[in-house]
């Protein structure tokens, strides 16, 4: 893997060759699947050797999957470890809520015996993932061909909402981390009131990541049955209880034609072009917007590209800049993997 020129990224080790030729596991923490990889580093970019996934749950600690993935495959003298984490970095720790770990940059550094470890926000490891994709990894949404010279947003929805950004310094791409996707949500219209008060009788507080996630299409989608009393055939329901929720909507809306379920995605796409809109808006993210994320590749093929685009040019003030910003929708999965790899193998300040 090899950085494509459209990502300027800021990686100043990419010239020092102490840097080429080092061992590096990456890692990718996630709710559900937690993925490790062994990479060698050389040519400002990386390899890849060897690629596993873990159920999370059944791990009591990272460390405890981090020495499994180490005596499985026969790993040693590995230099340096990249994390990818779910939630917000401090200080060299972080306890993100949806894994029940508590993590310790120190701790790990010294347990291992590594030269380096990294632990980056999963969505700031992913932008510097989206370094290594090839052009076929970008569906453009709307586009004049490439990215502009600017700042650059990055929303994705999965397990919970991830918001990102890079600062365009007037010659490289510098990612950095938010927590954005648990700024409060805001309805629009009399409908999106009464959702909102649905939510709020659930959570109290919501957050953009109560609509703009898993957790949030399966609210949108009982809020539209119990709330405004769309039918569910019997069938659906029990299709839904034992699958893969996302993947089920998108089945039922696309190949039966359910229209609780053709909403709720509709309903889902417009909140989410509104979201990078505001997003964008507080970037000034002239370069681009990229969305990532499970979702948005698990229903790609529905989402109605022009519409999209004209939903996230809607503003009170704002439209001529926001219709020039191309879109781009990533296909690929493991930027978080591979960004967490690739900024300790050259990232120095």
Sequence with gaps: MILNPKFPLYLPGVKNSNNDNVS????????????????????????????????????????????????????????????????????GKSSPARLGWNLDQEEITRDFGFERVDMLNDLEASAYGMGLLEDSDMDDIYTSGHLENGNVAILAPGNGLGEAGYFFDGKYLRPFATEGGHSEFSPRTNVEVEF????????????????????????????????????????????????????????????DDVLICKIALDTFLEFLAREANNM?????????????????????????????????????KMEEMLKNIPIYLIKQNQTGLNGAALYTAYYQE
């Design 280 to 316: 964008t808006l507080k970037l000034k993210a002239t370069g681009g917007l990229l969305i990532s994320g499970d979702i948005p590749q698990m229903i790609s093929k529905y989402i109605d590209k022009d519409k999209f685009y004209e939903k996230f040019r809607i503003s009170d």
């Design 24 to 91: 590096i596991i990456g890692a990718n923490l996630r709710e559900d699947t937690t993925t490790l990889g062994y990479f060698v580093s050389g040519n400002g970019g990386l390899e890849m050797k060897i690629q596993k996934d873990y159920p999370t749950k059944e791990y009591a600690s990272f460390s405890d999957i981090l020495k499994i993935f180490i005596q499985d495959n026969a790993l040693e003298n590995v230099k340096r470890l990249g994390m990818a984490i779910p939630g917000p970095v401090l200080y």
């Design 196 to 255: 909102y008060q649905f939510l709020n009788n659930i959570y109290g507080i919501v957050s953009w990541e109560n609509v703009l996630s898993k957790t949030g299409l399966f609210n949108i989608y009982r809020f539209l049955r119990d709330v405004k009393r769309h039918p569910e055939p019997e069938w659906l329901s029990e299709r839904l209880a034992k699958g893969n929720f996302v993947e089920e909507i998108y089945k039922a809306a696309v190949e």
